[in-house]
């Protein structure tokens, strides 16, 4: 009885393809027409992660590389709070406009998402976030980069100052313009950085 259910209903679903009238429609990627730029960016991952030229590259390898180079000469040229306002003075168009939708809603989980999962600035720097209701945790991006390259003399600036004195000021200064507070993980060796909702 359910295989003659079955067959029926493939008939009608035949029939309604067949008179173009049907809603059962071929699967998506939503990269229709794109397929060159895919194709690329597959291309660009794979040669990046074959790169293990002095250390495994990451996809991240280039971000991290020239965030590195920016905080080092901040910090040669001792610019470093200079270099922190400068960024949030840039993002705050951005970030006000999440604030304003955070005052529309009363959402303030719209901060975090905003400042994490919303921002490439972030997804493409940090590979991995987790993400649970008022908090975002991940691994810190730099010790990789930063280890590989100190054996060369190119860097000397540490992941504590990274997360002292630019990451955390950046951090508030970008919540404080979406008029929300969050708090910021002290430094620990083991990397794990945790951004919160204050209550």
Known sequence: MAHAQHIDDSQQLAEVVKKGKSS?????TGFEGREDEV???????????ANSAGYKHEMNDALVKARLQAMQFAKDMNLMKEYVDH????????????GQ?????GDTEAALVGLTERTACHYQLVLETQSEP???TWHSPWKTVLDACK????????????????????ILGY?????????????????IVTIELAE
């Open 39 to 49: 194709g690329k960016a597959v291309q660009l991952a794979l040669k990046t992660l």
């Open 87 to 98: 960024d949030v003075k840039t993002m705050r168009p951005i970030n006000t406009r999440v």
């Open 24 to 28: 059962f429609k071929a699967a998506k």
């Open 151 to 170: 054996r060369m003399d190119m860097f000397s600036i540490t992941e504590k100052e990274i997360h002292e004195e630019w990451f955390t000021p950046r």
């Open 134 to 136: 008022g908090k975002r």
């Open 175 to 191: 919540a404080k313009d979406m008029g929300v507070d969050v708090k910021v993980s002290e430094w620990n060796d083991d990397g």
């Open 101 to 105: 939708v955070i005052g529309n809603t």
